[in-house]
């Protein structure tokens, strides 16, 4: 399946976003399996620089021809910088998910929260129960 | 469990993803929806639409027993011919649109949305006066042949001469040796063929098609880009743009409903509605600020809802965030504004020409 793409450096959440924790800070995007069930994303709505997110808080969404998918944040924090590139070329999601389809950067308040992460092994084992 | 079309497992062989719509297992996309729409616009898609119903009305007096079910006229065209109709309500709703085909004044098949199958028959059968209907749904399968390319793939696989065929014309024959009704239909706004046959031939048909097709580029195509094609020719689906609380006029369809031919369900209310003026239109809109307009989105203007988005997507051919929703009349014509809500945000969007989708 193509679909089995997780990359084991990096941490998941069951909605199916990942997080890659660089100190106190996780840059943030969404897993090879959520764009590939996405479709051709066609839009990306992103949250502003500075603005204050909650766990499990939608932050934005991605819509394909067909869909809308909320975003959610897999951590408390601060947005710190976003992924404007996105805004002109959605489908950067679709092409490279892990890299430069990242969306968001977010400044951690409790840096113990990534505890509560998925990692690839326990990610790998949801997509193969769904 | 989902119905499944004889094409099933051809779709799972391609590797479709599967959705459940009106009880039927069927692909919403193989591959990429933006490729699937770009190859019906440039080259050939197939699609299977075996999920579709079939109602027959066979015997003398079949057409104008259908003729007084739907709002178009059955008289006007001749055998050979189909028309695009609407089965209304007595308020002038649609209880569906369908397609109707005149094979001759006794024999009259009728195309209907899967979604509305068993609510149609029902309702045919209640209402026809004269011809019995008989369900067909069973009896066909049918893979929708669209594109530029589309005439030049079928006609390779048939003897029937399709140039002879004109738009909402159809012919029986045989295409890649199954027996066929070659209607050039479709839901697409390209050209191309609906092709209706015997449900155990529809996966010899449909590997005749792909093999063929593949000097043409062909692709099969799934439910979302039938839905993104669609949308950007403005072609009405049945539950998000016309249902049975709108009428047919204020779904600008006018011109499938003959006002001047005998009694049909749902006429006294259509000559009602259009003497008193149409309060409310089904318009086209793009947004001009960011977003994508979605099915059930609020319409506002100066701060208070005044309508309702009934369709919407992000058009792979215009490219251009486009919507059909219903305003009141005064904001039908073409550059009037209004706001779009979406997600709490109010969008600007402006009334455009339609369909969207010109051809170059």
Known sequence: ?130 | MARRTPLNDAHRALGARMVDFAGWDMPVQYTSVIAEHEAVRNHVGLFDVSHMGEVEFTGPGALETVNALISNDLARIADGQAVYAGLLNEQGGFVDDIVAYRFSPERILICVNASNRDKDFAWMKEHARGVTPVDRGDDFAQIAVQGPKAAGLVQRLTKTDTSKIGTYRFAEGEVAGVRAIISRTGYTGEDGFELYCAPGDAAALWNALLTEGQQDGVKACGLASRDSLRTEMKYALYGNDIDDTHTALEAGLGWIVKLDKAGFIGKDALVAQKAAGVKRKLVGFELTGAGIPRHGYPIHKDGKPVGEVTSGTMGPTVKKPIGIGYVPAELAAEGSTFDVEIRGRAVPAVVVKTPFHKKP
């Not at chain 1, 399996?33 to 990306?44: I, K, M, R, W």
């Open chain 1, 1 to 130: 399946m193509s679909d089995v793409n997780i990359p084991g450096n990096l941490k998941y959440t069951n909605e199916h976003e990942w997080a890659r924790v660089d100190g106190n800070k996780v840059v943030v995007g969404i897993t090879h399996h959520a764009q590939s069930t996405l479709g051709d994303v066609v839009y990306v709505e992103l949250p502003k620089v500075g603005s204050s997110i909650d766990k499990g808080e939608a932050f934005g969404t991605v819509e394909s021809v067909k869909a809308v998918s909320e975003l959610y944040s897999p951590v408390t924090g601060k947005v710190v910088k976003v992924n404007d590139a996105l805004t002109t070329a959605p489908e950067t999601l679709n092409t490279d998910a892990y890299g430069a389809g990242w969306i968001v950067e977010i400044e951690l308040s409790d840096t113990s929260q990534l505890s509560e992460l998925l990692d690839a092994t326990a990610y790998g084992d949801l997509l193969k129960n769904a």
